[in-house]
């Protein structure tokens, strides 16, 4: 098994690293941990990771390193870095970025991990805290088939459903068609609940009838539920899932297609971060549909 004599470093440790990391620890896998703030990684050190200071640190002591932080930026930073991945780490190196990021920056990635000898994977994940404390995400990578291959059984740690897409930064396009499904899902399922609500139907007892129907969906079952009872509590946080349509509407301009679905969900979206819910998930769309936030 890989799990013997390797070591995994993993840079971000938040609501969804936190499980995923959590999970390569119970498999046997080595882990050293890293976050910017210091106390999301104790409950890992807690469980026999080791926590390290600094990504430098982290990044010469791995045999893999798995990246899942928040922003683009984030990503440019943690790889390219003075004190960064590419400057620290062996060759031979795994690298597998988790982040949802830009295609281009995941091509950017995979030709500096050529030029220093180590391997490189875009492999956004999908399926929220849900997925990632059940072990049952969603991967889409990008890159070489043969990294790929090798690093299968890591990603099969924390995920179910593992699809070599194609080249570097197919992992990432992937990942932007899965966030167009999504914002276009979350605007139907909020209309829904509000319709219900303001209609006078028990939205439990609608729910119970239409999600087993043609209206299923992941954010049907598992979202709205936390919308009927006023959940906003952060499964993939508002202002994350901003970022995420910014990049998908971005890299659909470049390749002249249109998504106006996508952009007046963002814009809603947007109304929410304005009025101080960007750090609640994203079920508290209902807000605005229930007239709860400020046009």
């Known amino acids: 098994m890989m799990s013997e004599g390797k070591t995994i470093g993993f840079i971000g440790t938040g609501v969804m690293g936190k499980s995923m990391a959590s999970h390569l620890l119970k498999a046997g896998y080595s882990l050293l941990v890293?976050?910017?703030?210091?106390?999301?990684?104790e409950d890992l050190v807690q469980q026999g990771a080791v926590k390290k200071d600094t990504v430098a640190e982290l990044a010469a002591k791995s045999d893999v390193v798995i990246t899942m932080v928040g922003y683009p930026a984030d990503v440019e930073e943690v790889y390219?870095?003075?004190?960064?991945i590419f400057a620290n780490a062996r060759k031979g190196t795994y690298l597998i970025d988790m982040t949802t990021s830009t295609p281009k920056l995941a091509k950017q990635i995979d030709e500096r991990a050529k030029q220093e000898g180590m391997y490189a994977l875009d492999a956004p994940v999908s399926g929220g805290d849900i997925g990632a404390k059940e072990a049952r995400l969603a991967i889409m990578a990008g890159g070489d088939?043969?990294?790929?291959?090798t690093m299968k059984p890591v990603l099969s740690v924390m995920g179910t459903n593992v699809v070599l897409q194609g080249e570097a930064s197919?992992?990432?396009?992937?990942?932007?068609s899965n966030q167009i499904a999504v914002a276009g899902t979350m605007l139907g399922v909020s209309e829904?609940?509000?319709y219900a609500k303001t209609s006078g139907l028990d939205p439990e007892r609608v729910l119970k009838s239409i999600e087993t129907g043609a209206a299923g969906s992941f954010s049907?079952?598992?979202l709205a539920p936390k919308m009927i009872h006023g959940d906003d509590q952060p499964g993939f946080y508002i202002k994350h899932f901003i970022k995420d349509m910014k990049i998908a509407i971005e890299a659909a301009e470049e390749m002249g297609l249109d998504?106006?679905?996508?952009?007046?969900a963002k814009s809603l979206y947007e109304k929410l971060a304005e009025n101080g819910e960007e750090d609640h998930g994203t079920q508290a769309l209902i807000k605005y549909y229930l007239g709860e936030t400020k046009e």
């Open 170 to 176: 197919s992992g990432q396009h992937t990942k932007m």
């Open 192 to 194: 829904a609940v509000a």
């Open 34 to 41: 890293y976050n910017r703030t210091p106390k999301k990684a």
């Open 259 to 264: 998504t106006p679905a996508l952009k007046l």
């Open 220 to 222: 049907l079952s598992n």
């Open 145 to 149: 088939i043969k990294v790929f291959e």
């Open 80 to 84: 390219f870095g003075d004190e960064g």
